[in-house]
Nanobody, 117 residues
Framework: QVQLVESGGGLVQAGGSLRLSCAAS????????MGWYRQAPGKQREPVAG???????VYADSVKGRFTISRDAPKNTVYLQMITLKPEDTAVYYC???????????WGQGTQVTVSS
């Protein structure tokens, strides 16, 4: 059974930092593309950052220079380090995995990030 378990969300003041974690199980983690998405109230879910098995990364323009995605293969975990947080970063953040085996797309349960001004 494939599972993604997220942690690390919370309430932070503008300018602060948070690190989100997403631990995967039931899959061959090293083969999978991983990513983070977010959904703010009343808005569609949007991509934030992605990382390939080889470590190539991509970021939404709104978070470039402030967010860093990384992965730890032995821990089957992907991270999202967020600095210089802004109120507009407030959203539920979701971990996403495109799994090669078993094949499919999987989502975490979501973790709330709230940035106060």
């Amino acid at each position: 059974q494939v599972q993604l378990v997220e942690s690390g969300g919370g309430l932070v003041q503008a300018g602060g930092s948070l690190r989100l974690s997403c631990a995967a199980s039931g899959t061959v983690f090293v083969l999978n593309d991983m990513g983070w998405y977010r959904q703010a109230p009343g808005k569609q879910r949007e991509p934030v950052a992605g990382i390939t098995p080889g470590g190539s990364t991509v970021y939404a323009d709104s978070v470039k220079g402030r967010f860093t995605i990384s992965r730890d293969a032995p821990k089957n975990t992907v991270y999202l380090q967020m600095i210089t947080l802004k109120p507009e970063d407030t959203a539920v953040y979701y971990c996403h995995m495109h799994s090669v085996w078993p094949r499919g797309d999987y989502w975490g349960q979501g973790t709330q990030v709230t940035v106060s001004s």
